[in-house]
């Protein structure tokens, strides 16, 4: 049997933390981030470009092999916005519940009120950061469209809002974790990773 990959998280978000862990936590030995790392500045004009930035970070810091990922939201109607920005749309506070807000009136001012008009998909890269330099890297993608308000109270960030095409018609929110683990971006990006991995 192969012997598990050891990887430090660069994230130290709890939701998405306990996300990883389901997804990844048989096949690799997921350490968390040290808390006296300090948070990584995400200003790379791409996603890859924001996970390799953690996961660098986090590597020179611990000489550990890092996990990172970042994600984006792409609506269509929006000409692929908020993507890379999606956790600072609303401002530098990246608040969820402002972020969401102005996803929903940015779309409303478009007259944009069908699902067809509303069309969007969650994209997540994870990278892994060795301390020689090389790395592995994987992308997960999940097409949908963003409902007209926020329905759920389950999930983090845009899941209020989104509805998977390969999922049973509720928001991210409203279906619970391994439901949403079974199709989600970031089980996708992850589930390939772990297949790269060699597990």
Do not use: Q
Request: proline fraction near 6%; glycine fraction near 12%; hydrophobic fraction near 45%.
């Amino acid at each position: 049997m192969t012997a598990r990959v050891r990887l430090v998280l660069a994230t130290a978000n709890p939701h998405k933390v306990e996300e990883i862990r389901a997804i990844l936590g048989e096949v690799v030995e997921l350490l968390p981030r040290p808390g006296e790392v300090p948070d990584v500045v995400e200003d790379a004009p791409t996603l890859e470009g924001n996970a390799r930035l953690k996961a660098v970070a986090l590597c020179e810091a611990t000489g550990e092999v890092a996990v990172a990922d970042d994600t984006g939201l792409e609506v269509d109607a929006l000409g692929g916005a908020p993507g890379v920005h999606s956790a600072r749309f609303a401002g530098p506070e990246h608040d969820d519940t402002a972020n969401l807000a102005k996803l929903l009136v940015d779309l409303e001012a478009l007259g944009a009120t069908e699902p067809a008009d509303r069309r969007a998909r969650f994209r997540t890269v994870a990278l892994v950061r060795y301390p020689d330099g090389s790395e592995t890297i994987a992308e997960g993608v999940v097409e949908g469209h963003i409902t007209l308000e926020a329905w759920g109270d389950g999930g983090f960030g845009y899941d209020p809002v989104f509805v998977a095409d390969d999922g049973p018609g509720e928001t991210f929110a409203e279906m619970g974790a391994d439901a949403k683990n079974a199709i989600s971006h970031r089980a996708r990006a992850f589930g390939a990773l772990a297949e790269l991995l060699g597990h």
